[in-house]
């Protein structure tokens, strides 16, 4: 559906780098049910490099078929 990137420092390559996260928030609509998850990369384990805010469908509404 949708990311929020804010780009916070720089991260060079072959540095260590780890995304840490929580789910900020469950919804359903339409049958669908959705998350967003709230995001933080950090590198070298106490460098924030970006924060990133992602929502998405994570299960898809199930349509029964008429016969």
């Known amino acids: 559906m949708s990311s929020e990137v804010r780009h916070?420092?720089?991260?060079r390559v072959g540095e260590p780098l780890s995304t840490r996260g929580r789910v900020a928030a469950?919804?359903?609509k339409n049958g669908?049910?959705?998350v967003e998850l709230d995001l933080l990369m950090v590198a070298e384990e106490t460098r924030p490099v970006a924060h990133v805010r992602?929502?998405?469908?994570?299960?898809?509404?199930?349509?029964?078929l008429s016969v």
């Open 8 to 11: 916070l420092g720089l991260w």
């Open 26 to 28: 469950l919804w359903e």
């Open 32 to 34: 669908h049910e959705y």
């Open 54 to 64: 992602h929502r998405c469908i994570y299960q898809v509404a199930t349509t029964e």
